[in-house]
């Protein structure tokens, strides 16, 4: 029997004794903001935070999204690298016509947009799931869900 016969199948997974199975799609987008020179494990930590918080899995997520000034960012560089993601980055002028629940007179004053993380978040992601949230008073994170899993 060859594996173009009909009767042909590939071996089965046992999953006896496995108690639950589970399994995520890539689709969760972060944007993120964060004061300069914020370290990997703060942006770890308020990361699984706000995940925590929200009952998400960090094994949904598909990248990070943030302002085209924060890619030399080493703490967002060294997580991106830990875990696998791309680091999308975004002029003020992409993000600034994007409609937030949460504009910031101040970040738009230092950015030239009146949001980074929720706008960064609806660049990659079709809806925002979880608006901004300050963690750690040096990083803002929020989370969209993307219509498709993320493939690189």
């Known amino acids: 029997m060859t594996s173009t016969s009909p009767a042909f199948h590939l071996p089965a997974t046992d999953l006896i004794g496995i108690e639950r199975l589970q399994w995520y799609g890539r689709v969760l987008w972060l944007g993120i903001g964060c004061i300069r020179g914020t370290e990997k494990a703060v942006i770890d930590r308020a990361i699984r935070a706000v995940f925590e918080r929200y009952h998400l899995s960090l094994a949904a997520i598909a990248g990070i999204a943030t302002l085209d000034i924060k890619a030399d960012e080493q703490g967002l560089i060294a997580y991106c690298q830990e875990k696998g993601l791309p680091l999308k980055t975004f002029t003020a002028e992409e993000l600034r016509d994007i409609k937030v ?21 609806l660049k990659m992601g079709e809806t925002l799931l979880v608006s901004k949230q300050i963690e750690a008073k040096s990083v803002t994170v929020a989370v969209s869900l993307a219509a498709r899993k993320y493939r690189g």
């Open 101 to 121: 629940p949460n504009p910031s007179a101040i970040v738009n004053k230092e950015g030239g947009t009146p949001s980074v993380a929720e706008a960064a978040a």
